[in-house]
């Protein structure tokens, strides 16, 4: 019998791409998005929208209930994507709300309808970092005051409540994704807003540091692994690959064909004007791309290390060129970005093109 799967979050970065996979393999998905949010994208893919908020369990029932189905409580599978992701030093009381009272929530929902595996997504973050030149692993233990940051904290302490869940009988597997970047990204994440506001001109100054970045399609490709392959009651890390910020902006002036440079802040003056930058995005209504927390992000320890994931489940990830280039691309397609020059970035993409097609 044909499995039902619950993807929490369907509109975010990940759970669209999630959806998006698994309608391109026919099988049925429902999604859950906020009342607010347009469902016509996920209703284009052929995904049962349903219209909830992880915080109020009331309006979570319709998306568990069976009844007039034939499917079986055991063939259902919870992704649990939802969540806030944030890089702002401010205290924000929606971040534990969501990512830790929706969590809770669901979890709860899972035990009394009896499903037959929950995916919770967490975060790299989530894991105690180590020393600079240390690779960290997977986990089963987690706690918030070992971590750093409002998010972090969150995360620790959702995968501690899984975990907890998992003792007492749910079928669940937590995975970690390090840095998601990728197409598709309609609500306006950290790394697209990046390489939006960059290939628009209205990014003139960076900041140095290195970071573990995956592309959307390989977690989400993982994600589904993970449910194939995985063990019930075990963690995945499921990270990409280091990368100077440095590069990364060599990467997107090479293909946009962007004659200029940007200024590189010395990070004593990043520390300084982190708030104004914070500032800046709250009065566009955007999320911050530049803070304090993400200062200290960028120069901690990022080695990830997701051999386990490689071996137990086949997971891996594409180069990062082609991330930028299909993020670019659909950058441009979305009518985001203004301009670029299509003659240099198709000269540029024609080696990384054979290099897939190989």
């Known amino acids: 019998m044909e499995h039902l799967y619950l993807v929490t979050g369907a509109n975010g970065h990940l759970g669209y791409t999630l959806c998006q996979m698994l309608r391109d393999q026919a099988k049925h998905v429902r999604g859950l998005i906020l009342p607010k949010d347009d469902p016509k994208r996920l209703q284009a893919l052929g995904v049962d929208v349903y219209l909830g908020d992880v915080t109020k369990p009331e309006t979570l029932l319709d998306f568990f209930k069976l009844e007039d189905t034939h499917f079986s409580q055991e063939k259902l599978v919870l992704i649990h994507t939802a969540g806030i ?3 702002s030093q401010r205290k924000n009381p929606w971040i534990e709300s969501v990512n830790v009272g929706g969590t809770k929530h669901l979890i709860q929902l899972a035990f009394e309808h009896h499903i037959g595996l929950m995916i919770y997504v967490s975060s790299v973050h989530a894991i105690p970092e180590k020393t600079h030149g240390l690779f960290m692993h997977e986990t089963r233990s987690f706690d918030p005051d070992l971590v750093i940051g409002n998010y972090a904290k969150s995360k620790a302490l959702a995968s501690k409540h899984v975990i907890e869940a998992i003792e007492q009988g749910l079928p669940a597997i937590i995975v970690h994704p390090s840095g998601i970047i990728g ?47 995985g063990t019930v009651g075990e963690t995945y890390l499921l990270s990409g690959a280091q990368i100077q910020l440095k590069e990364l902006f060599e990467l997107l002036k090479k293909y946009s064909g962007k004659k200029h440079s ?97």
């Not at 960076?206 to 970071?211: A, C, F, K, P, T």
């Not at 791309?289 to 990830?317: M, P, V």
């Open 183 to 229: 197409p598709e990204d309609q609500g306006h994440g950290h790394m697209t807003m990046m390489i939006e506001d960059y290939l628009n001109g209205k990014l003139t100054s960076r900041i140095n540091g290195v970071y573990d970045f995956v592309d959307v399609r390989d977690v989400a490709k993982g994600i589904l692994l993970a449910i194939e392959k």
């Open 85 to 87: 992701v944030s890089i």
């Open 262 to 358: 940007i200024h590189v802040l010395p990070r004593w003056f990043a520390k300084i004007s982190a708030p104004l930058a914070e500032l800046y995005y709250r009065i566009r209504h955007l999320p911050p791309i530049y803070s304090s927390y993400s200062l200290y992000t960028l120069s901690s320890n990022s080695l990830f290390d997701h051999t386990k994931a490689t071996k137990e489940l086949g997971y891996h990830t594409r180069p990062i060129e082609e991330t930028i280039q299909d993020t670019m691309l659909w950058l441009a397609h979305a009518n985001r970005v203004k301009k670029i020059n299509i003659k240099a970035f198709i000269v540029n993409m024609l080696p990384m093109k054979k290099i897939r097609d190989k």
